[in-house]
Structures are given as C-alpha cells and as structure tokens.
C-alpha cells in the first residue's frame, strides 16, 4: 500500500517571501503520479502541480516549483513570492501510473501573513 | 477546464433517515467517479470507486450496505448514506476522471450534518 506524509501540521511565512512544505511517500511502484493540491476555505480542491515520476525534471508552474528526489522518495513543494492568497490547506498525493486511485496525505495547513 | 458539480452543497437530515448526494460531470464523460470523506482539519480519505455500469469498489473498514454508491451514466453517481447516523457527519467530495486520463476533477463538497 502507498503511504504518504506530510510532516509539517502547520506553517506561516511572510507575504512575498519563500516557503517549502515537505513530503514524503512510500512505493514499491516505479512508475506514478505526485501532485500538490491546494485546499482553500471554500473546501474546493485545485491542483496545484503535477510530477510523473519517470521525468527526472522538476516540475514547474509560475510560483510553484517541486523538488522530485525519486530515490528518497520526497516531493517537496516551494511557493515563491508568497501571497496572501496563497493561504489554504496543501495536500500531497500520490497515484499510481495507470490506475486512478489517488493517497492524500494529511495536509499543511499553511497561513501567509501580511 | 473539466467541471464536476455536487447536489445538494449542504444537508441535514435527522438520525436514521437516508440522505442522497449526486456527483456530476458537465462537460465530459466521467468513466471512474471517486467518493471522498474529510473530517475537520483532516485529509480526504477514499470511501470507494466506482466505474460506469459496474459496481462500486469499497476501500476496507467501508461499509457498503451503508454507503451505497451508484455509477448509472457517464455523467452521474450518487453516494446514498443509509440510516444515517450524527458519525456520519462529515464533508463527502466526489472526483471524476476521464477514460485514460490521469487527472481527477474534484467537486466542491458537500457538508452532511446527521442530528
């Protein structure tokens, strides 16, 4: 069974700056699918970012970049020039490849401060 | 993008009465429809799959005589709480994906309050 966690309950980071939320998942499958979610207070789930594990390249978009290190299976999503909108919960989760059953993890609360 | 509606967005319903909730697909065909449970401050934890026509796939400790989850049409599930119960009270959200496609289009949730 895949396991994902998320280690970091809460976190707080200034308006502008730079913050990473960590994560961690456990396979025995080569091949997947890591993503980040954003969960704001509305409850709606909006994908942040994508990673197919067979891509050695980190993914990106806009503010939002990952650090894939398929061998100590960690994916770790940076937010740059935080904004205050930027405040939700970040879920991180994992999908096998080919199969659309999708592992949370237990999420960061994540609160950006003017 | 692809959206995927809820119905109703809010419910209560009293203790042992049985509540429906409907997922939609409004501009694709939703081969898989996934159901989801999230309490308080907590994760989303997978109840059940389910793929049109065929009956749904339950996770463990999910009981499906309780849960019962219909996959009729490309376009619509329903999850149906039976005799529910105020433990039953949570945030149900239901997810769609497209035959082949990676992606997960998630609904916006809905909030059951069992009294």
């Known amino acids: 069974a895949q396991t994902v966690t998320q280690s970091q309950p809460e976190m707080s980071v200034q308006e502008a700056e730079t913050v990473t939320l960590s994560c961690t998942y456990d396979?025995?499958?080569?091949?997947?699918?890591l993503f980040w979610y954003k969960q704001p207070p509305s409850r709606q789930m909006i994908l942040v970012i994508r990673?197919?594990?067979?891509?050695?390249q980190n993914a990106t978009e806009n503010r939002f970049s990952v650090n894939f290190q398929k061998a100590a299976k960690s994916f770790s999503l940076k937010i740059s020039d935080s904004q205050l909108g930027d405040t939700a919960m970040y879920f991180c989760?994992?999908?096998?490849?080919?199969?659309?059953?999708?592992?949370f993890g237990a999420g960061t609360r994540l609160t950006v401060k003017p | 993008g692809a959206v995927v509606s809820q119905h109703p967005s809010r419910v209560i319903c009293k203790s042992g009465t049985s509540v429906k909730i409907e997922c939609r697909s409004l501009?694709?065909?939703?081969?898989?429809m996934f159901w989801y449970r999230q309490f308080p401050k907590q994760s989303l934890m997978l109840m059940a799959t389910?793929?049109?026509?065929?009956?749904?796939?339950?996770e463990q400790g999910v009981e499906k005589d309780k849960f019962l989850i219909n996959h009729a049409s490309l376009t619509l599930s329903t999850l149906t709480v039976t005799s529910a119960h105020p433990e039953d009270s949570s945030f149900y959200i239901c997810?769609?994906?497209?035959?082949?496609?990676?992606?997960?289009?998630f609904g916006p949730g809905t909030r059951l309050t069992v009294t």
């Open positions: 501009d694709f065909q939703a081969t898989t």
């Open positions: 989760a994992f999908m096998k490849y080919n199969n659309n059953d999708m592992r």
């Open positions: 990673q197919e594990a067979y891509k050695q």
């Open positions: 389910s793929n049109e026509g065929s009956k749904a796939t339950y």
């Open positions: 396979t025995s499958e080569n091949n997947y699918y």
């Open positions: 997810s769609a994906g497209e035959q082949g496609g990676w992606e997960q289009y």
